[in-house]
């Protein structure tokens, strides 16, 4: 089956420790995405990348990095530099035709103990 | 600024209660508009692409219209399974934030049986 896999599902890190979420996708996607969901508010842009060893800043990249090595692969570092790391996090991917929808994967909760 | 605005933020029906969510935006160039549905703790599961006023698409009990200035997702006669929250985003303008989506805030909706 076609689709977006993330891991872990829940998270707990340490203060001052940097951790990173995977994100692997098999739909042969161009672009992929990160978002965070927090209570009360919309899903806002981390990071994406639209092809292979390129990414751009979304509207709130501080604290955070990416890589794009694979077409497959967009894992997040969350760093100890991101100040509120606590909440839901989820990576999308879409095909590179402008207009296509984006496919979320099933998210991985971040809390900061 | 591009915005979204989902209305209301929560909405309660009894079970066969058909009723319509609301998502306005302004935007420079809308290139698609966008309803997702998100279950607790999960990813949003894409529903609907709108490219154009007037444009409608259906799927089982909900149907999703556009207009220059906003979208309406309507239920009609919902069943306690559609209870969810349901996003929109839409997808704006040109340039290096090409396949980039603004989310609005989304509907919680409750189906009480």
């Known amino acids: 089956d076609g689709g977006i896999t993330q891991s872990p599902k829940y998270l707990f890190r340490k203060e001052g420790q940097n951790v990173t979420l995977s994100c692997e996708q098999n739909?042969?996607?161009?672009?992929m995405y990160w978002y965070r969901q927090d209570p009360g508010q919309g899903l806002r842009l981390i990071y994406y990348s639209q092809i292979v060893n390129d990414f751009q800043k979304g509207d709130i990249a501080e604290g955070y990095s990416v890589s794009r090595e694979k077409k497959e692969s967009f894992p997040l570092t969350v760093t100890s530099a991101q100040k509120n790391p606590t909440a839901f996090y989820l990576c999308a991917s879409k095909a590179q035709m402008s207009y296509n929808e984006q496919f979320f994967g099933p998210g991985t909760r971040l809390t900061v103990l | 600024e591009d915005q979204v605005t989902q209305s209301p933020e929560a909405l309660r029906l009894q079970e066969g209660e058909s009723s319509s969510l609301n998502c306005s935006y302004t935007?420079?160039?809308?290139?698609?508009l966008f309803w997702y549905r998100q279950d607790p703790g999960k990813g949003p599961e894409f529903l609907f692409t709108l490219y154009s006023a007037g444009e409608e698409k259906e799927k089982e009990r909900l149907k999703a219209t556009l207009t220059k200035k906003e979208s309406f997702l309507h239920i009609t006669a919902p069943k306690p399974e559609d209870s969810a929250t349901y996003l929109c985003a839409v997808q704006a303008g040109e340039g290096g934030s090409q396949g980039n989506l603004i989310f609005g805030k989304g509907t919680k909706l409750s189906v009480k049986p």
């Open positions: 935007v420079s160039g809308l290139r698609g």
């Open positions: 739909l042969n996607h161009d672009a």
